[in-house]
């Protein structure tokens, strides 16, 4: 059973419009939110992140909100651009419990010109 | 340079064949960890390590070994390949403080035949 999931495996929008990436998640332990973004070939890299104790955090174009009592999160991207192409990845975790980071399947992005 | 780094970046083998993955971060992160990445599935825990010596199992462990014995180093074994254990590898490594992150390496693609 997933705990974190991201029920859109694909989205795409066009350039310079908001794109709206859909996390859920089961386990209402989890208390630290991580979005990745990868490219092909290349590793996931650290985009964004929100404690729970907050329920937004922005970061440039990036912003998250959390919903903690819908178990829900979501990166905002705007305005979306061409390099945003990638697939992103949802993750959590119980802070100070192990370090045990669970990923969502992910959803890939493309911006189109 | 600082980071953290994967050998070999693609490997192919055949079924029965021992396979081993190594991982080298110079970050000096307590944590590291292996994922296998798969279309639908995402990232999915193999094995983690909280320091030298110390490992765990993660979601999919089956059909692999890891060790330890230095902080920097985390290879994993694959003890008789099996064409499902065809994936991408990534090794990660993170501290063991409040709200870390994960940092990947490039990855390692393997095709078992």
């Known amino acids: 059973d997933q705990q974190v999931k991201q029920n859109s495996p694909s989205l795409s929008v066009q350039e310079g419009r908001i794109s709206i990436l859909n996390c859920d998640y089961t386990?209402?332990?989890?208390?630290?939110f991580l979005w990745y973004k990868k490219y092909p070939a290349e590793g996931p890299t650290f985009l964004i992140s929100?404690?729970?104790?907050?329920d937004k955090n922005e970061d440039g174009r990036f912003t998250v909100f959390l919903n903690k009592s819908a178990k829900h999160l979501s990166l905002h991207i705007v305005p979306s651009q061409p390099g945003d192409s990638a697939v992103y990845f949802c993750?959590?975790?119980?802070?100070?419990?192990?370090?045990?980071?669970?990923f969502g399947p992910g959803t890939r992005l493309s911006v189109l010109p | 340079d600082a980071g953290i780094t994967q050998s070999p970046r693609y490997k192919i083998t055949e079924t029965g064949r021992q396979v081993t993955l190594m991982c080298h971060q110079t970050?000096?992160?307590?944590?590291m960890f292996w994922y296998r990445q798969d279309l639908g599935h995402g990232l999915r825990l193999i094995y983690y390590?909280?320091?030298?010596?110390?490992?765990d199992k993660g979601e999919v462990p089956d059909g692999y070994v890891v060790s330890r014995s230095k902080t920097e180093n985390f290879p994993l074994t694959l003890e008789s390949a099996t064409r499902s254990q065809t994936s991408v590898y990534f090794c990660?490594?993170?501290?063991?403080?409040?709200?870390?992150?994960?940092?990947f390496g490039s990855g390692t693609q393997l095709s078992v035949l």
């Open positions: 990660a490594s993170s501290g063991q403080g409040r709200n870390e992150k994960l940092f």
């Open positions: 386990n209402s332990m989890f208390d630290y």
């Open positions: 929100i404690s729970s104790i907050k």
């Open positions: 993750a959590a975790y119980r802070d100070n419990y192990g370090q045990n980071f669970v």
């Open positions: 970050w000096s992160h307590s944590y």
């Open positions: 390590s909280a320091a030298a010596d110390i490992t």
